[in-house]
């Protein structure tokens, strides 16, 4: 059953079946270009928008691994980037012990701006089974160029949960992001 998240809401991440352990997670982004306007007001074609997700790995507050279109698989190879499309596979019972927190972002690499999306969504689908587990639409609109979207985090008992954020960041890259994705950690 999915759930439909908003702002700041979480979901744990357990798997159905008691005594599977950890799912393995999927991350899907899903967008449209924003119709522009062209000349007497016709509406043209929506133009083509370039997004780019990533996955920042933290081990207590302190970046240890990132996973982009340039580093498709972490080091410990439990998180995947698609390459093509903009998904990332999180493996959460092969994530190191010592990975407290992994983050979620999109930013225009090209430098186009949020006013050129519209209807951005994000899924959360367990990746064995198929089934989405949580969804939340993201505003699009503004001249941002990143959004921090979600993290994954252990709890207190090791258990993992995700929590929608959704902050809109100026940064075109995860490492100018970076100021804001710490203060969601």
């Known amino acids: 059953m999915s759930v439909s998240l908003s702002t700041g809401q979480s979901i744990r991440l357990d798997r159905a079946d008691p005594g599977g352990g950890p799912p393995v997670i999927r991350l899907h ?3 449209q270009g924003a119709p522009r306007r ?3 007001g016709s509406r043209r074609r929506d133009p083509k928008v370039d997004l780019d997700a990533s996955a920042v790995l933290f081990a207590d507050g302190t970046l240890a691994d990132v996973v982009f279109f340039q580093h498709l698989v972490s080091n410990d190879g439990s ?3 698609t390459g093509e499309s903009e998904s990332i596979t999180v493996d959460l019972g092969r994530v190191p012990d010592r990975i407290t927190q992994i983050v979620f972002t999109v930013n225009s690499y090209s430098g186009q701006s ?3 999306v519209q209807h951005f969504r994000c899924e959360l689908v367990d990746d064995g089974t198929g089934a989405e587990l949580a969804r939340f639409t993201l505003s699009g609109g503004g001249e941002h160029r990143g959004q921090v979207l979600a993290k994954v985090g252990r709890d207190e008992g090791g258990a993992w949960e995700l ?3 959704g902050v809109p960041t100026h940064g075109q890259t995860f490492r100018e992001m970076l100021p804001v994705i710490e203060k969601h950690l």
Do not use: N, P, Q, S
């Open 38 to 40: 062209g000349i007497f």
């Open 79 to 81: 998180v995947r980037h």
């Open 163 to 165: 929590t929608a954020i």
């Open 114 to 116: 949020f006013a050129e």
């Open 29 to 31: 982004l899903d967008w």
